[in-house]
């Protein structure tokens, strides 16, 4: 929501709806100028969202999205766009559970979207028509940069770019232990380790960045860097990498299974 303000989008023209009471207010509070109600209490609340709107967002947990595809069935109007952003459910699970021919795109977007920087991956569904699934990228380009892919590449994008903020969080966390290890003091490794991840990731998000060209200049031969990157190589650590990666995409596969 963050993103698609930001981006433009009137937050008069939003309507958000959460369970908890304190959750809507700080929403309201948050997101200047939106609708944003408390559904558990009066399930009618989502229906009443629903209705009208030309896009819905879907955000709940995997688990849930099936339910509530179901509670907001009758609301909408046949071109209206539905989003599901949860990880792990197929868009035949998301059409299945919605009146038939109802447009739908499965997203995958990652945290940066907050700040407009995310990922945001579209694959349309059987009835999105090339006009809809326009909308829905020209809406979510708001949050950062948008990438259609087929749906059989949803479980890979996740694992990369889905998962990725936190591998670059667990990479910060992991050079703060190494500077104290080294013997600086916790908080100042800590502050150096957070602003080395961000300003490198400030450096990689100029247009055209390359990350491997941007490596090799602050890599001078013979030099401190060169030596630090020859021990990850030695150690494995590309490989460490995908196999992260690929336990995180069997792990959604697996949880597509588990929702049916
Ligand atoms: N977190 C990520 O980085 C990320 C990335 C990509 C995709 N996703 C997907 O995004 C979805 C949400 O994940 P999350 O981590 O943001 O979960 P979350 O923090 O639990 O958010 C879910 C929200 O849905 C609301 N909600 C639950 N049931 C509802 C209902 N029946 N009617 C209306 N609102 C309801 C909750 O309200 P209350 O706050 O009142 O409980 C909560 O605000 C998941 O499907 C996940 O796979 C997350």
Excluded at 95 to 112: F, H, K, W
Excluded at 140 to 169: C, R
Excluded at 189 to 198: C, G, K, N
């Amino acid at each position: 929501m963050g993103g698609l303000i930001a981006g433009g989008t009137d937050p008069a023209d939003i309507v958000a709806t959460v369970r908890r009471a304190e959750r809507a207010d700080q929403l309201a509070k948050r997101h200047h100028g939106i609708t944003a109600i408390a559904g558990a209490e009066e399930p009618e609340n989502n229906k009443q969202a629903a209705t009208g709107s030309g896009v819905v967002i879907l955000g709940v947990k995997p688990v849930g999205i099936a339910d509530l595809a179901r509670e907001i069935g009758d609301s909408l109007a046949r071109d209206t766009i539905v989003i599901s952003v949860a990880a792990a459910v197929s868009l035949e699970q998301l059409e299945a559970a919605l009146p038939a021919g109802q447009p739908v795109i499965r997203s995958m977007p990652n945290t940066p979207a907050q700040l407009g920087r995310g990922v945001i991956s579209v694959s349309p569904g059987t009835h999105c028509s090339p006009a809809q699934l326009q909308l829905a990228k020209d809406l979510l380009a708001s949050a950062g940069t948008v990438v259609e892919i087929p749906e059989d590449q949803v479980d890979a994008l996740s694992a990369i770019s889905g998962s990725g903020p936190a591998y670059a969080f667990y990479l910060a966390e992991a050079m703060a232990d190494a500077g104290v290890v080294l013997g600086l003091d916790r908080e100042l490794s800590l502050l150096i380790a957070r602003e080395t991840v961000a300003g490198a990731g400030l450096m990689l998000a100029e247009a055209g960045a390359d990350a491997a060209a941007l490596r090799k200049a602050v890599t001078s031969p013979n030099g401190t860097t060169e030596r630090a990157i020859a021990t990850f190589d030695a150690r494995g650590l590309p490989a460490i990498i995908a196999d992260g990666a690929r336990a995180a995409a069997e792990r959604a596969a697996e949880i597509t299974k588990q929702l049916g």
